[in-house]
């Protein structure tokens, strides 16, 4: 079987699912709380969170929902993060 790292990101990312399962409530909890334990929580931070969020899905540990009364999530997305490499030739 597949075993959830809960420890750096994906732990910090389980953290504020803990808090509350939405990401408009979840973000600034983890941007106070990272921030407070040394962590810099900016745009790429953000996004690779986000890229956590993504795999936890994929891989099932999480069941994602969408709701017309919930706001989306408004994040800028970097050009290059762990996941998205800018492909030069």
């Known amino acids: 079987g597949k075993i959830l790292p809960?420890?750096?990101l994906?732990?910090?990312?389980?953290?504020?699912?803990?808090?509350s399962p939405q990401l408009d409530q979840a973000m600034p909890?983890?941007?106070r709380e990272m921030t407070k334990a040394g962590w810099q929580?900016?745009?790429?931070?953000?996004?690779?969170?986000?890229e956590c969020l993504d795999a936890m899905i994929r891989?099932?540990?999480?069941?994602a929902k969408r709701s017309?009364?919930?706001?989306?999530?408004?994040?800028?997305?970097?050009?290059e993060t762990a996941a998205i490499?800018?492909?030069?030739?």
Do not use: Y
């Not at 490499?85 to 030739?89: C, V």
């Open 6 to 8: 809960l420890n750096g």
């Open 29 to 31: 909890f983890l941007a």
């Open 68 to 79: 017309e009364s919930m706001p989306a999530l408004k994040h800028e997305i970097p050009l």
């Open 85 to 89: 490499r800018t492909h030069k030739e």
């Open 10 to 19: 994906f732990g910090w990312m389980l953290a504020g699912l803990q808090h």
């Open 41 to 50: 929580f900016d745009n790429k931070m953000q996004a690779r969170l986000c």
């Open 59 to 63: 891989d099932k540990w999480v069941v």
